[in-house]
């Protein structure tokens, strides 16, 4: 299996993204210190049967002074907290370091590289698990002093604030922004003003068409009808945008939102039918929500 059957995972193919994960969301002094022109791919040539297994993970070597540093990425597509996370993480580096040695990529005299393990997780249950395996296991007296510390990054995604980093366009702020969205208003807004950005730079066009894949892959609702892909052209908003449209309906929503349509100006009222066509609504759909005449929809857009 390859980067383009997980669009998700595709985006942290790219150095460029890596880059911004590091700048936005590890210790800036870390940051500060790692050479992104070294920026390396693992190919997976000196992994184990063991690790490349885990298909959605991804691995990447840093500059860190005279020394390398090894970038592990976790990706958690699941909804709920992983409890075998802080195993699984020593496991994964133990494994990594043995392979490194075995392919000779380094002798064991040497100092291993240090690897710093992300997990990227984004379920809609908050991470709940400890990230350090020392808090797992409770041995006291002269015991203690035989339990390892192993301690992981978790990103959870959709518990993060991003607004600021996506000011200064972090890429990596960017996409999780994208997951944070609370409506196919809001993300399609997100994605055209990426898009539109990312367009004048054309050293992110493969990037960009990373981001439309992702956009095509998470949107996608059903075969008749799909939100607009403002990249023109990746699953895990897929649970969430298939609830947007019947939550208007169950809360009692298209009710209050048809009383401010009826109230607002021509203008405003024209805006807001045409941004709502634009997101990928129907017009009977559009006619629930606000409490308007399909005529007067059509009228409109």
């Known amino acids: 299996m390859n980067d383009s059957d997980h669009p998700y995972k595709r985006l942290f193919s790219h150095p460029e993204m890596i880059a911004d994960l590091v700048r936005g969301f590890l210790d800036p002094r870390l940051a500060a210190d790692c050479d992104f022109t070294?920026?390396?791919?693992?190919?997976?040539?000196?992994?184990?049967?063991?690790l490349r297994e885990r298909e959605d993970?991804?691995?990447?070597?840093?500059?860190?002074?005279d020394r390398t540093l090894i970038l592990y990425l976790i990706i958690e597509f699941q909804s709920r907290p992983d409890h075998t996370m802080p195993v699984r993480v020593m496991s994964y580096m133990a494994l990594l370091w043995q392979d490194l040695i075995r392919?000779?990529?380094?002798?064991?005299?040497?100092?291993?590289?240090?690897?710093?393990?992300?997990?990227?997780?984004?379920?809609?249950?908050?991470?709940s698990v400890p990230c350090d395996i020392k808090e797992t296991i409770m041995m006291p007296g002269p015991?203690?002093?035989?339990?390892?510390?192993?301690?992981?990054?978790?990103?959870?995604?959709?518990?993060?604030?991003?607004?600021?980093?996506?000011?200064?366009?972090n890429l990596a702020a960017c996409l999780f922004g994208l997951e944070q969205s609370s409506g196919p208003m809001e993300l399609f807004e997100l994605g055209e003003n990426l898009n539109r950005w990312m367009e004048t730079d054309p050293n992110l066009e493969s990037m960009r068409r990373d981001f439309s894949l992702y956009f095509e892959s998470t949107l996608k609702r059903d075969e008749e009808r799909t939100i607009t892909?403002?990249?023109?052209?990746?699953?895990?908003?897929?649970?969430?945008?298939?609830?947007?449209?019947?939550e208007y309906k169950a809360e009692g929503k298209a009710e209050g939102?048809?009383?401010?349509?009826?109230?607002?100006?021509q203008e405003e009222r024209a805006s807001l039918l045409k941004r709502m066509k634009k997101a990928g609504l129907s017009i009977a759909e559009i006619a629930?929500?606000?409490?308007?005449?399909?005529?007067?929809?059509?009228h409109y857009i």
């Open 143 to 169: 015991v203690s002093l035989f339990i390892p510390s192993v301690p992981y990054l978790l990103i959870d995604e959709l518990r993060l604030s991003v607004h600021h980093l996506m000011e200064v366009r």
């Open 229 to 246: 892909n403002p990249f023109q052209g990746g699953n895990m908003l897929a649970e969430r945008v298939n609830k947007w449209i019947a």
């Open 38 to 50: 070294r920026l390396e791919r693992c190919n997976g040539s000196y992994v184990t049967d063991d």
């Open 103 to 127: 392919t000779g990529v380094i002798v064991p005299s040497d100092s291993l590289p240090g690897i710093i393990p992300i997990v990227l997780y984004n379920g809609e249950q908050p991470w």
């Open 257 to 265: 939102m048809a009383e401010g349509m009826q109230a607002g100006k």
């Open 57 to 65: 993970d991804i691995i990447w070597r840093i500059g860190y002074g």
């Open 288 to 298: 629930h929500i606000t409490g308007l005449p399909e005529d007067e929809i059509r």
